[in-house]
C-alpha cells in the first residue's frame, strides 16, 4: 500500500489514473480546480481513501499546503502524479491572445514544478518516491495552432530528464508519460478548433480505441 497525490484529477486521465491507483491499493489525494467528488467515489468504491483538494498548481502556497495536507491525512507520498493542464490558445501563435498563451504554459509548466518543488523534500528525507510527469506526442511532434501546449510539453520532457538525473542514487525517481491522444474533456476543444482550421489534420481517436470512464484509450 501506498499514498499518490495527482493534480488534474476530476475528470479524463487524471480521473481514470486515480480509479487504477486505487486499484492498485493506493490510497489517493485528488487534487484539481474543479470537483472531484466522481474521482473520490471511484477510489472509495475500490476500498481505498480519498482526500479532495481544491488546488490552483499555479500557487505556490497553495501546493505546498494541499502536499502538507495529503501526507498528514494519508501518510507519507510515494508516488506524485503531474497531471493538471489545460488547452485553449488554439490559434497561430500570431494570433494567440497572450495571457491563454501563458496560462497553457503556466498550469504545465509552473505546476508541474511547484509540485515537484514541494513534494521532493519530503520524498528525499525519506530516501524513496516516485514522480511521474504527463507530458504529451505534441512534445516531441509538431502540432498546428497549438504552440503554447506543445511548448510546454516539449518542456517537461526536458524538466523531467535534467529532475531525473539530479535525483540519481538518491532513491527517488522522476519519469514523464507521454500517452497518445486520449478523448477527454480537455481534447475536446483543440479538436473542435482544429476541425475549424484545418480539418483534414484533426486528431482522431486510433482504431480499436476502447472506453474507460468515457475516455478512448488506444
Known amino acids: 500500500m501506498s499514498v499518490a497525490l495527482i493534480t488534474g484529477a476530476s475528470r479524463g486521465v487524471g480521473q481514470e489514473l486515480a480509479r487504477a491507483l486505487a486499484e492498485a491499493e493506493h490510497d489517493v489525494a485528488l487534487a484539481a480546480r474543479s470537483d472531484v467528488t466522481e474521482t473520490a467515489a471511484l477510489v472509495e468504491r475500490e476500498g481505498r481513501r480519498a482526500l479532495s483538494l481544491q488546488l490552483d498548481v499555479t ?23 503531474n497531471n493538471a493542464g489545460t488547452d485553449r490558445a488554439i490559434a497561430p501563435l500570431w494570433e494567440a491572445d497572450p495571457g491563454e498563451w501563458w496560462a497553457d504554459v503556466d498550469v504545465h509548466l509552473r505546476g508541474t514544478f511547484l509540485v515537484c518543488r514541494a513534494a521532493l523534500p519530503r520524498m528525499l528525507s525519506r530516501g ?17 495552432y497549438n504552440s503554447a501546449y506543445g511548448a510546454a510539453k516539449a518542456a517537461i520532457l526536458n524538466l523531467t530528464a535534467s529532475l531525473a538525473a539530479s535525483l540519481e542514487g538518491t532513491g527517488v525517481f522522476a519519469f514523464a508519460m507521454s500517452p497518445g491522444y486520449v478523448a477527454t474533456q480537455l481534447s475536446v476543444q483543440p479538436r473542435m478548433a482544429w476541425l475549424r482550421l484545418m480539418p483534414s489534420r484533426a486528431p482522431q481517436p486510433e482504431p480499436g480505441s476502447r472506453l474507460l470512464h468515457g475516455i478512448a484509450v488506444s
Open 59 to 81: 500557487d505556490a502556497a497553495g501546493v505546498e499546503e494541499a502536499v502538507a495536507r495529503a501526507e498528514h491525512e494519508l501518510g507519507a507520498l510515494g508516488l506524485v502524479v
Open 128 to 144: 524513496s518516491g516516485r514522480v511521474v510527469n504527463v507530458s504529451s506526442n505534441a512534445g516531441l511532434r509538431p502540432s498546428p
